[in-house]
């Protein structure tokens, strides 16, 4: 039999842990055999543990003429393999998707969260690099947030936040990836979408937040609510991530100039001096 394993074995597959939730680097392993399987073990039994199984896969593999995966090779390691692990519990499909959707999606507004954002918007702007793609992305920030959690509380301003992402989720499509970004900030990050369509669908969205809240209260009350929106494009003037977030957060402050509840374009001509939010 081979001896060696091949390239998805434990080691050489693991992933960068990434967004809320997701598995802390130190205890990687044995939090994903708590996950799958209920195992509790510490983190050197577990990496052990999978490293076995890995091999196990490999051999399963290797038998059958198909990959197992590593939830059917986990299952028959623990079974029959080394049955002296009490308890193990396979975690359904289903399950399992439902684990890995809280590790990405903000529980408040049911957009993504910032990990999955940071993490996608890095592979946007490597897509339309080597491909020659245009991307797009909108910064979204809430017009004077603050007064209302002071002035009617904190469950006001959850339910704001709600509603502004029901609101982004309405105006985006299957590809986009809507984020809360942090507080009341909200980022759209709009694959093979010109500067030109970004606009438009910014504009939507924007509107759309204003007009949500003039016709229906919040918790009774009437509440003005309106957003600032900063548009940029890649990869016009952007070879990295970061430089994209960044042009488009300029844009959202020269957005916040003034009256606010605006569009702003990384094109447009900037005052030198920028306020705070």
């Known amino acids: 039999m081979p001896t060696s394993s091949p390239a998805w074995s434990a080691d050489r597959a693991r992933p960068e842990p990434s967004g809320a939730g997701a598995p802390r680097p ?127 509380g904190h469950e006001a301003g959850d339910e704001v936040l709600r509603r502004v992402g029901a609101v982004i989720l309405e105006h985006v499509r299957a590809p986009d990836i809507p984020c809360r970004f942090g507080g009341d900030e909200f980022a759209v990050l709009l694959p093979d979408t010109s500067r030109e369509e970004a606009r438009l669908v910014g504009e939507r969205i924007r509107v759309a937040i204003e007009t949500a809240f003039a016709c229906t209260p919040v918790q009774g009350r009437f509440v003005a609510v309106t957003a600032s929106v900063g548009v940029a494009t890649t990869p016009e003037g952007s070879s990295t991530e970061t430089s994209l977030f960044q042009r488009a957060d300029t844009a959202l402050y020269d957005a916040k100039r003034g009256r606010r509840d605006r569009l702003g374009d990384d094109r447009a001509p900037r005052p030198g001096v920028l306020p705070l939010r």
């Open 26 to 152: 130190d205890r990687y392993y044995a939090t994903r055999l708590r996950q799958l399987a209920h195992l509790e073990l510490d983190e050197a039994e577990a990496g052990a543990l999978w490293r076995e199984v890995g091999q196990h896969r490999w051999e399963l593999q290797h038998r059958l003429g198909r990959d197992v995966g590593q939830r059917v090779a986990l299952l028959d390691y623990v079974t029959n393999i080394r049955p002296q692990l009490e308890d193990p519990q396979i975690i359904d499909g289903p399950a399992l998707q439902h684990i890995e959707r809280l590790a990405v999606v903000d529980a408040l507004t049911g957009l993504l969260n910032r990990g999955y954002f940071d993490t996608q918007l890095a592979r946007e702007v490597e897509r339309c690099r080597r491909y020659g793609a245009t991307g797009s992305l909108l910064l979204l920030d809430l017009d004077r947030f603050k007064p209302v959690n002071d002035r009617y």
